[in-house]
Nanobody, 122 residues
């Protein structure tokens, strides 16, 4: 299973960015996809997650500014980030957990993407 993320970059305070992440490979089922971030010098933290039935979860710091959405048919999750602030500067990581196929069996998976840098600066 591979995760391909895109959409990071440099944006001014108050601006917007959209991250996307697609999971591909021998996927049996997905329980949850989401985004986490790691601010320099701090631990990785939850940003937002979404389940296939649309249940979402957000960090308090991004509620009302960020929106997570998903396309189940494409195993893709999006993160629309509005009103970005310098404190949102971080490496953003995509995560998927569920089950993958290996031969006739399936196994639990919990994969991370490589991370995409979001820099909010004037």
């Amino acid at each position: 299973v591979q995760l391909q993320a895109s959409g990071g970059g440099l944006v001014q305070p108050g601006g917007s960015l959209r991250l996307s992440c697609t999971a591909s490979g021998d996927i049996h089922s997905i329980n949850n996809m989401g985004w986490y971030r790691q601010i320099s010098g701090k631990q990785r933290e939850l940003v937002a997650t979404i389940s296939p039935n649309g249940d979402t979860r957000y960090a308090d710091s991004v509620k009302g500014r960020f929106t997570i959405s998903g396309d189940n048919a494409k195993n893709t999750v999006y993160l629309q980030m509005n009103s970005l602030q310098p404190e949102d500067t971080a490496v953003y990581y995509c995560n998927v957990w569920g089950r993958y196929y290996s031969g006739p069996s399936n196994y639990a998976m919990d994969y991370w993407g490589k991370g995409t840098l979001v820099t909010v600066s004037s």
